[in-house]
């Protein structure tokens, strides 16, 4: 298991950036794949992006591909979340997550979760 916590959400207007970064505990933490995930008020927790324990594999939910970049350290034990063009609909709680998998778009593959970080887009 790791530990996971999350940093860097805050409020920001439509059509600016943020990144959010995720700091990771233990030795193990180049052998998980990680994936950042999202929740909004109302809504079921969904996918955003993974990346492979190397960073050499990345994949994003549509509604984000392009805008989105996942990225990590190994070195520094991060993985980061670099988003730009925000727009309202990205408001929503942002958790981390790690995965004994080499990187996994189902929440369900992931066994250790960070406490999340809130991201709020105005309009």
Known sequence: QVQLVESGGELVQAGGSLGLSCAASGRSFHNYG??????????????????????????????????????????????????????????AVYYCAATSLVASMNEQSYHSWGQGTQVTVSS
């Open 34 to 91: 990680m994936g950042w995930f999202r929740q909004a008020p109302g809504k079921e927790r969904e996918f955003v992006a993974t990346i492979s324990w190397d960073g050499g594999w990345t994949h994003y939910a549509d509604s984000v591909k392009g805008r989105f970049t996942i990225s990590r350290d190994n070195a520094e034990n991060t993985v980061t979340l670099q988003m730009n063009s925000l727009k309202p609909e990205d408001t």
